[in-house]
C-alpha cells in the first residue's frame, strides 16, 4: 500500500525509472530517463530554503540546469545520514559534501562521454547538462546506465556523512571554474506550492485508510493518571499514563479527546520553580561547572558591584551587571504533526516534519524494540530547533501500533505545543570587567547559569529523549538537557566568550542538572542571551567611559571582518547623525560562524516599539542572496518577539502560558521594518545565516530603549510592564 504518488498526498513521488550514478556520503544522486537529476541529501527543508541552496551547488558542481535538478525529501531509506539540520550549519557541511559527490558523478559521466568518443576527458565540455566534444553531444541521461553507481556507495545509518567534511571529487571532476547558480538569487524551489495553497505540509497528509488521533497529555508536568471512566464507545489506547484516542475523522478525534479529558483522573504536584525567580533557581543548583575560558592574568575582583556600578578595585575601576532571559517557547504558527503506520509485515513507516530522519529513526526503534522503521521527512510549519516534531512521531506510532495495520495521523493542540514541547532554557549571567583610566577594558569575568540546551534524540549518549516514553506504563526516566560539545559550539556558553580583544578573560558556564521543566534547542541556544548580555554590558562600559558606543567596540575590536559588519551597519542606520533612539549590536555566531551587526532604532511612548533594524551580515561565500537576506529578516524579527514580549508563564504546578494570549509574539502591525546589507567575501567558505541575527537584534533593541528612555534593563522581555517598574524603582 503505497503513499505515493496521489493528488491527496504532499510528498514528492519517488523518481520512477531512475539510474543511481552517485551514491556517497555527500547525496544520493539518480538520474531518469527524462533527463531529470534526482538529489537527495541528509538536511531538512524547514521553511529556510536550505533545499533551493543545496540544489544551486548540485547544478554548478554537475553542470546541469537548475530546472534539471530535483531535491527529494529525506529518508531513512534512502541517501545519507547527516544527523540533524541544525545549528546554521547545513550550507557549511552538506554544501562541501554535496558538490563533491556530484563532481565525482559528472567526472563519471564526462569519463564515459570520452571513452564513448574515443578521446581524453579534458576534451569533454559540459554546460547546462549537455556533454561537448566538438559537434558530438551527449547528456546525463543518455550516460547514466553507464556511470552507474553500485549501492554499496551508500553511508551506512548511524555514520555521519563523513562527520560531515567532504571528500575530495575524482581527477577530472572539478567544477565549473565559473558558477552559474552560487551566488544568483534564485526563486524558491519549495515555494510556489506554498503560495498556491496546494497539500505540502505534513499537516495536509492523506493516506489510504487514514485514521485520526489525539493523545491526552496530563495536565502538568508532575500529574500521573490514578484512574480513568470506561469509555467503551471510544477507540482508547492506553499505556501507563499514556492516553490517547483513534477516530474516522478529525472533528469526531476532538470531541473523543474532549471526552477522554472528562474521564481522566490525574494526581497533580508542585514540582515547578518560582517564574518570578530564576536567578535564584538556576543558580541553586546542582551544576556541571564548564571552563570555557581559564585566566591567564588578572581578573576583575570577585566582590562584583550590581547596577553597573564602579568602585575601585586592585585592577583598576571595576563594573558589574547581572542579566537574565525567562523560558522560552518554539511558538510556531502550526503545531506538530505525524503519521505512522504499521504493515502485515511488522515494519513501521513514519512521516515527520523532524529535524533529523536518522536519529528519529533510532530514538523510535530504542522505545519500540524494532529496527524494521523507515522515516520520510515531510515539511512542518517552520522550526527554530527542538521542537516537538520528534514527539509527535512516537504518539503516531504508539497509537498506530493498535490500529490494525491502517496509517494514523495524529496532530497536537496549540496549548501542547505551548506548555510540552521543549523550551528554550532560562538563563542568568553574571558579568564583571576591570577597565583602566581611559576605560579600556584590562580583564573580563563572565559566569553563565542555564538548563542544558539539547535533549534531541540521542542525546546524553543515546538517550532517545520522546515525551511519550516517559509516561508509559514501564517508563523512560531522561536525564536533564545537555549541551554540545565546546568544540560544537556549545549550549549555554554559545557566544559566552566575547569577539573583543581583551588582555583577559575568565568565562565559566554552570548547567543545571536537575530540572522539573524540559528544554532543548531553540535558534541560537545559548548565543541569544549571552550577546544580549555582552553587548549591552559594552554599553554600559562605554557610557561610564564618556564614550560613543560605537568607537568604543571598534577601539576593542581588531577582526577587520566584524568591524567591516559593524561600520556599515552604523553607516547605514545614519549612527551619530543624530537619529534618535538607536543602539547597536554586533557578534559573530559561535565565533566562527557569520558576522552579524545590527542598529535598532526604537520609540517608547505608549510601548516598547521597534521601528526599524539596519544589518550588515557577512556570511563568506553567499550562495542565494534573496536566501541570506530571507532567512536574517526571519531570524531578526522572531528575536525582536522574544526581546519584547516572549516568556513561559507557570506557577508552582502547571505551565499556564498555553494560548496567544498568555504567551503573545509579536503581530505583523508590530513588526520592524528590517534592512539588510550583505557584505561579501567571494571564495572564503560559506557559513549558515540562520541564527546570527538573534543575539546582536536583543541587544540593540535594549541599548536603543536606553538610548531613548535613560534607564537600563537588564533582564528580558523588556515589556511594558518591566519599563514602568524600572521608572518607578528610579
Same mark, same amino acid.
Given at each position: 500500500?503505497?503513499?505515493?504518488?496521489?493528488? $491527496?498526498?504532499?510528498?514528492?513521488?519517488?523518481?520512477?525509472?531512475?539510474?543511481?550514478?552517485?551514491?556517497?556520503?555527500?547525496?544520493?544522486?539518480?538520474?531518469?530517463?527524462?533527463?531529470?537529476?534526482?538529489?537527495?541529501?541528509?538536511?531538512?527543508?524547514?521553511?529556510?530554503?536550505?533545499?533551493?541552496?543545496?540544489?544551486?551547488?548540485?547544478?554548478?558542481?554537475?553542470?546541469?540546469?537548475?530546472?534539471?535538478?530535483?531535491?527529494?525529501?529525506?529518508?531513512?531509506?534512502?541517501?545519507?545520514?547527516?544527523?540533524?539540520?541544525?545549528?546554521?550549519?547545513? &550550507?557549511?557541511?552538506?554544501?562541501?559534501?554535496?558538490?563533491?559527490?556530484?563532481?565525482?558523478?559528472?567526472?563519471?559521466?564526462?569519463?564515459?562521454?570520452?571513452?564513448?568518443?574515443?578521446?581524453?576527458?579534458?576534451?569533454?565540455?559540459?554546460?547546462?547538462?549537455?556533454?561537448?566534444?566538438?559537434?558530438?553531444?551527449?547528456?546525463?541521461?543518455?550516460?547514466?546506465?553507464?556511470? $552507474?553507481?553500485?549501492?554499496?556507495?551508500?553511508?551506512?545509518?548511524?555514520?555521519?556523512?563523513?562527520?560531515?567534511?567532504?571528500?575530495?571529487?575524482?581527477?577530472?571532476?572539478?567544477?565549473?571554474?565559473?558558477?552559474?547558480?552560487?551566488?544568483?538569487?534564485?526563486?524558491?524551489?519549495?515555494?510556489?506550492?506554498?503560495?498556491?495553497?496546494?497539500?505540502?505540509?505534513?499537516?495536509?497528509?492523506?493516506?489510504?485508510?487514514?485514521?485520526?488521533?489525539?493523545?491526552?497529555?496530563?495536565?502538568?508536568?508532575?500529574?500521573?493518571?490514578?484512574?480513568? @471512566?470506561?469509555?467503551?464507545?471510544?477507540?482508547?489506547?492506553?499505556?501507563?499514563?499514556?492516553?490517547?484516542?483513534?477516530?474516522?475523522?478529525?472533528?469526531?478525534?476532538?470531541?473523543?479527546?474532549?471526552?477522554?479529558? =472528562?474521564?481522566?483522573?490525574? %494526581?497533580?504536584?508542585?514540582?515547578?520553580?518560582?517564574?518570578?525567580?530564576?536567578?535564584?533557581?538556576?543558580?541553586?543548583?546542582?551544576?556541571?561547572?564548564?571552563?570555557?575560558?581559564?585566566?591567564?592574568?588578572?581578573?576583575? @575582583?570577585?566582590?562584583?558591584?550590581?547596577?553597573?556600578?564602579?568602585?575601585?578595585?586592585?585592577?583598576?575601576?571595576?563594573?558589574?551587571?547581572?542579566?537574565?532571559?525567562?523560558?522560552?517557547?518554539?511558538?510556531?504558527?502550526?503545531?506538530?504533526?505525524?503519521?505512522?503506520?504499521?504493515?502485515?509485515?511488522?515494519?513501521?513507516?513514519?512521516?515527520?516534519?523532524?529535524?533529523?530522519?536518522?536519529?528519529?529513526?533510532?530514538?523510535?526503534?530504542?522505545?519500540?524494540?524494532?529496527?524494521?522503521?523507515?522515516?520520510?521527512?515531510?515539511?512542518?510549519?517552520?522550526?527554530?530547533?527542538?521542537?516537538?516534531? %520528534?514527539?509527535?512521531?512516537?504518539?503516531?506510532?504508539?497509537?498506530?501500533?493498535?490500529?490494525?495495520?491502517?496509517?494514523?495521523?495524529?496532530?497536537?493542540?496549540?496549548?501542547?505545543?505551548?506548555?510540552?514541547?521543549?523550551?528554550?532554557?532560562?538563563?542568568?549571567?553574571?558579568?564583571?570587567?576591570?577597565?583602566?583610566?581611559?576605560?579600556?577594558?584590562?580583564?573580563?569575568?563572565?559566569?553563565?547559569?542555564?538548563?542544558?540546551?539539547?535533549?534531541?534524540?540521542?542525546?546524553?549518549?543515546?538517550?532517545?529523549?520522546?515525551?511519550?516514553?516517559?509516561?508509559? $506504563? +514501564?517508563?523512560?526516566?531522561?536525564?536533564?538537557?545537555?549541551?554540545?560539545?565546546?568544540?560544537?559550539?556549545?549550549?549555554?556558553?554559545?557566544?559566552?566568550?566575547?569577539?573583543?580583544?581583551?588582555?583577559?578573560?575568565?568565562?565559566?558556564?554552570?548547567?543545571?542538572?536537575?530540572?522539573?521543566?524540559?528544554?532543548?534547542?531553540?535558534?541560537?541556544?545559548? /548565543?541569544?542571551?549571552?550577546?544580549?548580555? &555582552?553587548?549591552?554590558?559594552?554599553?554600559?562600559?562605554?557610557?561610564?567611559?564618556?564614550?560613543?558606543?560605537?568607537?568604543?567596540?571598534?577601539?576593542?575590536?581588531?577582526?577587520?571582518?566584524?568591524?567591516?559588519?559593524?561600520?556599515?551597519?552604523?553607516?547605514?542606520?545614519?549612527?551619530?547623525?543624530?537619529?534618535?533612539?538607536?543602539?547597536?549590536?554586533?557578534?559573530?555566531?559561535? *565565533?566562527?560562524?557569520?558576522?552579524?551587526?545590527?542598529?535598532? +532604532?526604537?520609540?517608547?511612548?505608549?510601548?516598547?516599539?521597534?521601528?526599524?533594524?539596519?544589518?550588515?551580515?557577512?556570511?563568506?561565500?553567499?550562495?542565494?542572496?534573496? *536566501?541570506?537576506?530571507?532567512?536574517?529578516?526571519?531570524?531578526?524579527?522572531?528575536?525582536?518577539?522574544?526581546?519584547?514580549?516572549?516568556?513561559?508563564?507557570?506557577?508552582?504546578?502547571?505551565? @499556564?502560558?498555553?494560548?496567544?494570549?498568555?504567551?503573545?509574539?509579536?503581530?505583523?502591525?508590530?513588526?520592524?521594518?528590517?534592512?539588510?546589507?550583505?557584505?561579501?567575501?567571494? *571564495?572564503?567558505?560559506?557559513?549558515?545565516?540562520?541564527?546570527?541575527?538573534? *543575539?546582536?537584534? /536583543?541587544?540593540? &533593541? /535594549?541599548?536603543?530603549?536606553?538610548?531613548?528612555?535613560?534607564?537600563?534593563?537588564?533582564?528580558?522581555?523588556?515589556?511594558?510592564?518591566?519599563?514602568?517598574?524600572?521608572?518607578?524603582? =528610579?
Amino acid at each position: 500500500m503505497s503513499a505515493e504518488p496521489g493528488a $491527496e498526498v504532499p510528498m514528492e513521488a519517488e523518481p520512477r525509472a531512475a539510474v543511481s550514478v552517485g551514491a556517497g556520503p555527500g547525496a544520493a544522486v539518480s538520474v531518469g530517463a527524462d533527463g531529470v537529476i534526482s538529489v537527495r541529501v541528509g538536511k531538512v527543508e524547514l521553511g529556510q530554503g536550505v533545499l533551493t541552496a543545496l540544489a544551486q551547488i548540485a547544478a554548478d558542481a554537475l553542470g546541469a540546469d537548475l530546472g534539471q535538478v530535483r531535491m527529494l525529501p529525506a529518508r531513512t531509506g534512502a541517501g545519507p545520514d547527516e544527523g540533524f539540520t541544525s545549528g546554521s550549519m547545513s &550550507i557549511a557541511r552538506s554544501g562541501p559534501a554535496l558538490r563533491a559527490e556530484c563532481a565525482r558523478v559528472r567526472a563519471a559521466c564526462t569519463a564515459e562521454a570520452a571513452r564513448h568518443w574515443g578521446v581524453s576527458p579534458g576534451q569533454v565540455t559540459v554546460r547546462r547538462g549537455e556533454f561537448r566534444h566538438g559537434d558530438r553531444t551527449t547528456t546525463y541521461a543518455d550516460l547514466a546506465q553507464a556511470a $552507474e553507481a553500485p549501492a554499496e556507495g551508500l553511508p551506512t545509518e548511524g555514520a555521519p556523512a563523513n562527520g560531515g567534511r567532504a571528500r575530495a571529487p575524482d581527477a577530472g571532476a572539478r567544477a565549473s571554474e565559473v558558477p552559474v547558480f552560487v551566488g544568483v538569487s534564485v526563486p524558491r524551489l519549495d515555494l510556489p506550492g506554498k503560495v498556491a495553497g496546494r497539500p505540502r505540509f505534513i499537516h495536509d497528509l492523506r493516506l489510504p485508510g487514514q485514521l485520526y488521533g489525539r493523545v491526552l497529555r496530563p495536565p502538568s508536568p508532575g500529574a500521573r493518571l490514578t484512574g480513568l @471512566t470506561p469509555l467503551p464507545d471510544l477507540r482508547v489506547v492506553r499505556d501507563g499514563s499514556f492516553l490517547g484516542v483513534l477516530a474516522e475523522t478529525e472533528p469526531e478525534a476532538d470531541r473523543a479527546l474532549a471526552r477522554l479529558r =472528562e474521564a481522566a483522573e490525574w %494526581d497533580e504536584r508542585d514540582t515547578l520553580p518560582d517564574e518570578h525567580d530564576l536567578h535564584t533557581f538556576l543558580r541553586t543548583g546542582p551544576h556541571e561547572t564548564i571552563p570555557v575560558r581559564t585566566p591567564t592574568n588578572a581578573q576583575p @575582583t570577585s566582590d562584583r558591584p550590581k547596577d553597573g556600578r564602579p568602585e575601585s578595585g586592585r585592577e583598576g575601576e571595576v563594573h558589574a551587571a547581572t542579566y537574565g532571559r525567562p523560558f522560552i517557547a518554539h511558538a510556531s504558527i502550526a503545531p506538530s504533526c505525524a503519521a505512522a503506520r504499521w504493515n502485515t509485515d511488522g515494519s513501521l513507516e513514519v512521516w515527520s516534519h523532524t529535524q533529523g530522519v536518522h536519529p528519529l529513526r533510532r530514538a523510535l526503534a530504542q522505545i519500540l524494540g524494532t529496527e524494521r522503521i523507515e522515516v520520510r521527512h515531510v515539511e512542518g510549519a517552520g522550526c527554530y530547533g527542538h521542537n516537538a516534531a %520528534d514527539d509527535v512521531a512516537l504518539d503516531a506510532a504508539l497509537l498506530a501500533r493498535e490500529a490494525g495495520g491502517r496509517p494514523v495521523h495524529v496532530r497536537w493542540s496549540r496549548r501542547d505545543e505551548l506548555t510540552w514541547a521543549p523550551f528554550g532554557s532560562a538563563m542568568s549571567v553574571d558579568v564583571a570587567a576591570s577597565v583602566d583610566a581611559k576605560g579600556m577594558v584590562r580583564s573580563w569575568r563572565y559566569d553563565v547559569w542555564s538548563q542544558g540546551h539539547t535533549s534531541r534524540p540521542g542525546y546524553a549518549g543515546g538517550v532517545p529523549g520522546l515525551l511519550a516514553a516517559a509516561h508509559l $506504563e +514501564q517508563p523512560w526516566t531522561y536525564p536533564a538537557a545537555v549541551d554540545p560539545s565546546l568544540g560544537s559550539g556549545s549550549g549555554m556558553a554559545r557566544n559566552a566568550v566575547p569577539i573583543y580583544d581583551f588582555p583577559a578573560m575568565e568565562i565559566t558556564g554552570h548547567r543545571v542538572l536537575e530540572t522539573p521543566i524540559r528544554s532543548s534547542a531553540l535558534r541560537s541556544l545559548g /548565543a541569544f542571551m549571552n550577546v544580549f548580555a &555582552i553587548e549591552s554590558f559594552m554599553d554600559e562600559l562605554a557610557l561610564a567611559a564618556g564614550r560613543d558606543p560605537l568607537a568604543y567596540r571598534l577601539a576593542h575590536l581588531s577582526d577587520p571582518r566584524a568591524r567591516e559588519v559593524l561600520t556599515r551597519a552604523a553607516r547605514a542606520a545614519g549612527w551619530g547623525g543624530g537619529e534618535p533612539g538607536l543602539g547597536l549590536g554586533v557578534a559573530r555566531y559561535k *565565533g566562527s560562524g557569520a558576522y552579524c551587526a545590527v542598529v535598532a +532604532q526604537v520609540a517608547a511612548e505608549h510601548d516598547v516599539r521597534v521601528r526599524r533594524l539596519t544589518i550588515a551580515v557577512d556570511v563568506g561565500q553567499v550562495v542565494n542572496p534573496d *536566501g541570506v537576506r530571507n532567512q536574517i529578516e526571519g531570524g531578526a524579527t522572531q528575536a525582536a518577539s522574544w526581546t519584547l514580549k516572549e516568556r513561559v508563564r507557570f506557577d508552582r504546578r502547571r505551565i @499556564t502560558s498555553g494560548d496567544w494570549e498568555s504567551y503573545p509574539i509579536l503581530r505583523f502591525p508590530e513588526a520592524p521594518e528590517v534592512t539588510v546589507e550583505l557584505v561579501e567575501h567571494p *571564495g572564503t567558505p560559506s557559513v549558515g545565516a540562520g541564527e546570527a541575527a538573534q *543575539g546582536p537584534v /536583543a541587544a540593540a &533593541i /535594549a541599548n536603543a530603549l536606553t538610548t531613548t528612555l535613560g534607564l537600563r534593563l537588564r533582564d528580558l522581555p523588556l515589556t511594558r510592564d518591566a519599563v514602568v517598574a524600572a521608572i518607578q524603582r =528610579e
